[in-house]
C-alpha cells in the first residue's frame, strides 16, 4: 500500500500521451540512434491498434479540456504505408470525431510526398520532423548506403509547406554540432516550422559509443541560444518556452500543487502489442532483472489495468526511490522534476539512482544559462 501511495503522489493515473509504434523498422541509419532492431519489418497487426483504442477509450475524460495524444513513433512510422496506416487509424475514429484523441506523427520527412500531405491533412495529424540542422549539422541523418538524407529530408519538408501542412522540428544536438547554436536556429527558422526541439545527445538503448555533449559545452550552446530567442520571435524553443513557462507558474506559486506536477506514465506501445512505461525509449530493451520494462500486452490487459499494477514494477519502484533521493538532494528538482527513467538505467544501471548527463546538459545547463544571461544583464 505504502508503494501504491508513493506512485500516485509521482505518476498522473491519467496519460496524456499514449507512443504507439505501427512498425519498429526505419528507412534511415542514423548514427545516434538508440533503437535495437530498426532494420526489422514488425508490422503492427489490425487487432493491437483496437486493443490500443479500446483501451484509450476507458480512460479518455469528456469532461478533460485535454484529449489524449496518439504519438505515431518508433522508426520510420510512415513506412507502414498509407494503407496500412489507415487500417490502424480507423479503431481510433470515433474516439477522434468526440474529441478525445488527437493524433501526432514524428517523421523524419523521406517518404513525404503530396499524397501523404492529403493523409496527414485528412486525418488531422500534428506533424513533427526530425532534422538536426543545415547539411553540415545533418550529417548523422544517413541511409542504410550511408548516403546522407538532408536533400530528401528538405524535399519532404518542402512537400509539406507547398500544401501547407504546419509542422514543428526535432533536432538532435551531438558533440559536433553544438558548437553553433546561432547556425542551427537561422536554419530551423528559415525552415517554416512553428516550434523547434533540441534534443542533447543521449547514452541510450544502441547508442552507447559515441561521445556526447559535455555539460560546459551545454551551458554555452543553452546561454548563446537564449540570446537568440530573445532577437527572433517568429521560432518557439521548446526548452526555452518551457523554463519561461516554469517560471511564470513559480512566480504565481501554481507550482505549489496540482497535476502539473505528476509525471505521464507515457505508455508506449510496441507493433506486437508489449507496453512499457515512463520512458519510450525502454521499449524492445532486454533485460531478464526488469522482465524487459513489459507491463504487458495489450492483446491480454488495457492500459489502465496495467496502470493500476504499475507500483509493482521493480523498474517502476526504483524510479519512485530515485525520484525521491533527487527531490531531497537536488536543487533543480523543481524545474526537472526528476528527468527521465530511461537515462537513469542506460547511464547508471539502475533507476534509483539520481543524476546523469541528461539531467546535467539538457536541464541543469539550460537554467545555468538564464542565471548568467540575467547576472549579465544585472552587470551591464
Not at 541509419?29 to 538508440?34: E, G, I, K, L, P
Not at 501526432?104 to 501523404?116: C, E, G, R, Y
Not at 522540428?169 to 536554419?187: C, M, N, R, W
Not at 526548452?239 to 506536477?261: F, I, K, M, N, P
Request: hydrophobic share 40%.
Amino acid at each position: 500500500m505504502q508503494t501504491l501511495a508513493r506512485y500516485r503522489r509521482r505518476i498522473a493515473r491519467r496519460p496524456n500521451m499514449v507512443v504507439v509504434q505501427p512498425d519498429g523498422f526505419c528507412n534511415l541509419n542514423c548514427t545516434y540512434c538508440y533503437l535495437p532492431d530498426r532494420d526489422k519489418r514488425t508490422p503492427m497487426p489490425i487487432a493491437v491498434a483496437e486493443a490500443v483504442a479500446r483501451s484509450v477509450a476507458e480512460f479518455a475524460d469528456t469532461t478533460s479540456p485535454e484529449s489524449v495524444e496518439i504519438i505515431w513513433h518508433a522508426g520510420e512510422p510512415l513506412a507502414i504505408g498509407r494503407r496500412r496506416f489507415a487500417e490502424l487509424l480507423a479503431p481510433f475514429e470515433p474516439l477522434q470525431q468526440a474529441g478525445l484523441v488527437e493524433h501526432s506523427v514524428q517523421t523524419n520527412a523521406v517518404l513525404l510526398n503530396p499524397a501523404w500531405c492529403e493523409f496527414l491533412t485528412e486525418y488531422g495529424f500534428r506533424v513533427g520532423v526530425s532534422i538536426d540542422g543545415p547539411a553540415a549539422l545533418n550529417r548523422q541523418r544517413v541511409d542504410w548506403a550511408g548516403r546522407p538524407a538532408f536533400d530528401r529530408i528538405m524535399k519532404g519538408i518542402g512537400c509539406l509547406r507547398e500544401h501547407d501542412v504546419r509542422f514543428s522540428a526535432i533536432a538532435v544536438v551531438s558533440a559536433e554540432s553544438i558548437s553553433d547554436p546561432e547556425g542551427l536556429l537561422d536554419f530551423m527558422a528559415g525552415l517554416g516550422c512553428h516550434s523547434v526541439g533540441l534534443n542533447m545527445e543521449e547514452t541510450e538503448g544502441v547508442n552507447t559509443d559515441r561521445l556526447v555533449p559535455a555539460v560546459e559545452q551545454a551551458r554555452e550552446f543553452w546561454h548563446r541560444t537564449i540570446a537568440w530567442s530573445r532577437q527572433h520571435k517568429e521560432l518557439t524553443i521548446r526548452e526555452v518556452d518551457r523554463l519561461g513557462g516554469y517560471l511564470r507558474a513559480a512566480r504565481s506559486g501554481a507550482q505549489a500543487t496540482g497535476d502539473g506536477l505528476l509525471i505521464d506514465p507515457i505508455p508506449t506501445v510496441s507493433s506486437a502489442g508489449d507496453v512499457v512505461l515512463l520512458s519510450p525509449e525502454l521499449a524492445g530493451i532486454k533485460d531478464p532483472a526488469y522482465e524487459d520494462f513489459r507491463a504487458g500486452n495489450v492483446l491480454e490487459l488495457s492500459i489502465g489495468s496495467m496502470l493500476d499494477r504499475a507500483h509493482d514494477l521493480r523498474y517502476v519502484r526504483e524510479f519512485l526511490t530515485g525520484l525521491d533521493e533527487c527531490e531531497a538532494t537536488c536543487e533543480f528538482f523543481g524545474f526537472c522534476r526528476g528527468a527521465q527513467a530511461g537515462n537513469r538505467y542506460f547511464e547508471n544501471g539502475r533507476l534509483d539512482t539520481t543524476e546523469t548527463n541528461y539531467c546535467r546538459v539538457s536541464r541543469q545547463a539550460l537554467i545555468t544559462a538564464l542565471s548568467d544571461t540575467v547576472r549579465e544583464e544585472q552587470t551591464a
